[in-house]
Each structure stands twice: as C-alpha cells, then as structure tokens.
C-alpha cells in the first residue's frame, strides 16, 4: 500500500462507515455486554492495558487490524526491529532496541554487530558509576562529587530527567551521598540557582547532546565551564589547573566524539553513542548516565530488560493481542475515525510526575507530521495534541474541561497496583496504604465517570444544566504491578512502539524532527541582529517593534 494513499485503503472505507454508526453510540451501551472489560484487557511484561473503555466494539477493533496489516505494520516491526533504514529521511536504521539487547544477542547492521559496542559503552557507564559511588571520581581539589549536574534539552534531558524521577526510591545506598539534577532551558534559570548554591569543588556537569550543537545545552555548559574555573582556577586554589578542572568536573555524552574534544571533554570522559539513535529515544544508553548514577547500574540493566521484554512481546505477539498494536489502533481510531484531537496523560502516582513532558516530546516530534515518505502531504490527521500531568492534581486542574467542556478529548490513566509494601514503620506504611487505596480509588472513579457521565451515580430527578455529566469521553487504563525498573522499561517502549505503529499506518517517518530546524535558524539570525542593533529594517511591524524594545532597554 502506497502510504499516501492509506485512506483509500478497503479498510479504510469500511472504518469510517463503521464510525457513522459508532459515533451515535455511547459508552454507556456499549458496556451492557458484561464481557467487555474482559475482552478488550490485554497484559505483558508487567502491565495491564485496558482498552474497554475506548469508543469501539469487536467489529472495529477487527477493522483496524486489518488497516493495519494494509498499511504494513507487521513488515514494519520487523524492518525497525532489524536494522533497516527506517529513518529515511536521513537514511539510516532506528535501533534504540538494540541498546536494551542482551550481551549474548547478535544483531548485525550494515554489515556490522552492533550489540558489542552496546555493551562496551554500558561497562563504562559503569565504570563511571562505580566511580562516584565509591566516592573515587573527585573534584580539582580532591573532593568527592557531590552534586551533578545534568546539562541537556529533549531527549537528552527529559528521558532521566522523567526517570531518575521516578525510580529515585531505587536509590541503593552507595548512591547517597551524589545529587543528580537537571538543567535544560537555554536562560540559565535553572542552572543559575545551581550556581548559587552548589561548591564547585564537589560539582560535576554531565554535557549530553546527541549533535553537541544545541545551543541550549553548550550555552548552559559554557557559564557553568566559566564558573568551575573562575572558582577553582583563577581564585587560585593551590595546584589547579584547567586541564584538571575539565577531567575531574565535566563528562560529555554525544555521538560526536571531534566536536567534545573540541569543547574540552577528556577522552576517558565521553560516553559515545550513535546517529542510529534518535535523541527522544536514548535514554538506554549513554544519555542514561544520570539515570545509573541514582538507581545504580544493576537497577540500569533491570530498566534495560523490561524494555526488551516489551520489545520482544512487540516482535512476537499477534497483532490482536500485542499492546503496542493495539494501544497505537485506538489512538488511531480516535484521531481519523472520531475525530477526538486531545489526548491527555494521567498517572496516578506521584513518581511519574514528569512522564507526561516525556511523551509529549515522545508523540509529538516523533509523529507531529504531514509529510508522508515519499514527501506527499497528508489529507487526515495524524499525531493529537497531547498533554497531561498527575492526575490527582489534574482533578483540581482541567478535569473540569474533560467532564463538562466542549472538547472530546482520550485520556490515559496510569497506575501501579501495589505500592508501599516495603515501608518499614508499620503505621507509617498503613497510613500510605491508604493513601494509595485512595489514589487507586480516584483512579477508577474518574474513568468510570468519563465514560458514564450521570449514570455513574444512581439519584433520582433531572439535574440542572451546570450539573450534567455527559460522558462518553474514550479512556485507556494502563496498570502496572508495581513501579519498578523493568516496568517503567517496558512502559516507556510500549509507547516507543506504539508511535511506530501509529506512524507506520501514517505513512510518516517518526525518527527525523525538521519542523525544528527552521525556527533554530531564525533564532540564530535574531540573536545577530539583537546584538549588533542593526538588520531588522526587512522585519514584519510586530517583531520590529520587540526588537526595539530591547535595544532601548539597553541603552537605558
Ligand atoms: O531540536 C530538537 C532536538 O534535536 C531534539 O530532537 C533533541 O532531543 C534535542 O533537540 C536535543 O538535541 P541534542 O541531544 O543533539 O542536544
């Protein structure tokens, strides 16, 4: 099938007659089959995913299987999964799992294996790690490092950014005494708050750039350079010197090994990894330093295998039955077939504060596309707006909009089953039993109201109009047993693949994000002309206007 012609497709055809009807029905009947909850929950690698409440019955998901072997999903999975150049803008492979492979699998690419270098970077992530948590890797002054931090932006800031959130209750006690944090935009915000509070003697800053270009990150890393060395150089603490302050207080992580050097990063000091891995997708390997300096590298490699046990379950299970699939066809039946363009992520666990951010980066840079392969534009809608936040805060937030606003919007609600087991104060632990029964409660309270609207409670007479529920808006629940390193793993790949998948059916390349290059370029050119206060006279009246209002508060 021609991509650009997918919804030409029969299945196509038979989709949206089949979403006329389906349309007018609502959630409320569809769940008079007592079955249903049943029949549409499918489990792997840890985690449940509940599809029953998504706005379609046995007939649709049968369609969209079979959109979805028209469009080439199954041949799909195997050419990503494989090797093939399935990036083809930029011509080359996807292979971000490849880095969760186990040492003793083979995976030859462009005619070479590329599971030994895997490895050979993760022992020396682990090297690395063993060195700070053994209080070994020291500062110029011979002080163990206390404080790292992480300077990157997207994939290389929010992947450990989101997970050493998470797992951050992993922490093995060897890992205490180092602080990780994170500081990505390019205003120095963050990082001008580390600079106020942390010694420079114990700080350590990780540069993590795939290209070592953005200027968000070297921006961040240059005021943070010049700060090490101002106080450990130049305030003239006895025996160091640059060279010392740039091996004991900087790592870089890139897959441009010339442009580190270039910068100063000692050799010994860079975790390289590869073009093959698109940035929104590496936080196996290198990338993942932060991630391995909180959790420890054995808790590293547990994230590692649950992602390939998802990975394998992706490669292996029947499409009817395969999460990924099947999470990315109600996605896909949301978007083209009833037009539902909001998609919203709420976990309800605290830990997973920022996974939403994640796969905001994840799902719209990946798929936010019009453009097919072959550079034709698309005529349906491809990727939703998608956002979220904690879905307990979220309550008090925007559920107002999900319950009683115009917009039909899908949410996600993600859980962990159990939690707390290993409090040791007993009262302690009680009290935050409860408090997780409560937040399971909330949970299941709100996806039931969403789909049922008023018949979610049983109270006689007619309510006002301000007090109606209408329901009927698609949820996914997604249940993992508990948050632990290999079922966040196998989260996060289940909706690696589940882009795939959805792009797949697209026609889009999800690996390359040239709608960001533009606006880079224009910043550069902005910058030039903010600084030497002349070029802007071929502007538009609006960014003339805001130009000037810099230059006079300059001159002020
Ligand atoms: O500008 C977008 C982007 O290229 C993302 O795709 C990427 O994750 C981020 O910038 C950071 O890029 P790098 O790791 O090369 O600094």
């Keep these: 099938m021609n991509q650009a012609t997918i919804d030409r497709s029969a299945a196509w055809t038979r989709l949206a007659e089949h979403a006329e009807e389906m349309r007018r029905r609502h959630l409320r009947e569809l769940f008079t089959d007592a079955s249903r909850g049943e029949v549409f929950t499918r489990q792997a690698a840890g985690l449940t995913l509940d599809l029953s409440k998504q706005r379609w019955n046995g007939q649709t998901l049968e369609l969209l299987l079979s959109l979805a072997r028209e469009a080439g999903v199954p041949e799909g999975i195997r050419a990503l999964l494989s090797g093939e150049h399935v990036n083809v803008s930029e011509d080359r492979p996807a292979l971000h799992t490849a880095l969760r492979l186990p040492p003793e699998a083979s995976l030859v690419v462009d005619g070479e294996d590329v599971v030994p270098g895997v490895h050979e970077t993760l022992d020396r992530m682990a090297t690395m790690v063993e060195r700070f948590h053994t209080r070994q890797w020291r500062g110029a002054t011979g002080r163990p490092i206390h404080d790292v931090v992480n300077l990157g932006v997207g994939g290389s800031d929010l992947g450990p950014l989101m997970v050493t959130h998470a797992l951050a209750d992993c922490r093995p006690r060897d890992a205490h005494h180092v602080d ?281 007479g007619e309510r006002p109009g301000h007090k109606r529920y209408r329901g009927n808006q698609p949820t996914t629940t997604l249940l993992l047993d508990r948050l632990t390193p290999a079922t966040l793993g196998a989260l996060i790949a289940l909706y690696e693949h589940k882009v795939f998948v959805q792009a797949t059916i697209w026609g889009i390349n999800s690996f390359d994000q040239w709608g960001v290059e533009l606006g880079k370029q224009i910043a550069g050119e902005t910058e030039r002309i903010l600084a030497e206060h002349r070029g802007h006279e071929a502007m538009d009246a609006s960014t003339r206007a805001l130009i000037e209002a810099v230059w006079r508060m300059e001159k002020e």
């Design 180 to 460: 990780v944090h994170f500081a990505s935009t390019m205003d120095g915000s963050q990082l001008v708050d580390y600079l106020a509070r942390f010694n420079p003697e114990t700080t350590l800053f990780v540069i993590s750039s795939k290209s070592f270009t953005t200027i968000d990150t070297l921006s961040n890393a240059r005021t943070a350079r010049d700060w090490l060395l101002a106080r450990l150089v130049e305030d003239g603490i006895q025996g160091v010197d640059e060279e010392m302050v740039m091996r004991q207080h900087f790592i870089g992580v890139s897959a441009k090994p010339d442009k580190m050097s270039e910068w100063g990063i000692a050799e010994s000091n860079q975790l390289l990894f590869w073009e093959w891995v698109g940035g929104r997708y590496s936080l196996w390997g290198g990338i993942g330093l932060p991630i391995a300096l909180v959790i420890g590298m054995a808790h590293f490699r547990d994230l590692l295998a649950g992602a390939h046990a998802m990975d394998r379950h992706f490669e292996q299970a029947a499409l009817g039955d395969n999460l990924p699939v099947l999470l990315a066809l109600a996605g896909i039946w949301n978007v083209n077939f009833l037009d539902i363009r909001a998609h919203s992520i709420l976990p309800y666990d605290g830990r997973l504060e920022y996974f939403a951010a994640y796969l905001e980066q994840l799902e719209m840079e990946s798929n936010g596309k019009s453009a097919t392969h072959d550079g034709h534009q698309v005529s349906y809608s491809t990727c939703p707006v998608l956002w979220g936040q904690l879905g307990p805060n979220a309550q008090h937030a925007f559920y107002q909009l999900l319950h009683q606003g115009t917009q039909p919007v899908v949410c996600d609600f993600i859980a962990p089953l159990r939690r707390y087991d290993d409090v040791e104060d007993a009262a302690t632990r009680d009290h935050l039993k409860a408090q997780h029964r409560l937040t399971l409660a909330n949970c299941f309270a709100q996806s039931r109201l969403l789909m049922l609207g008023d018949d979610a409670i049983d109270e006689p």
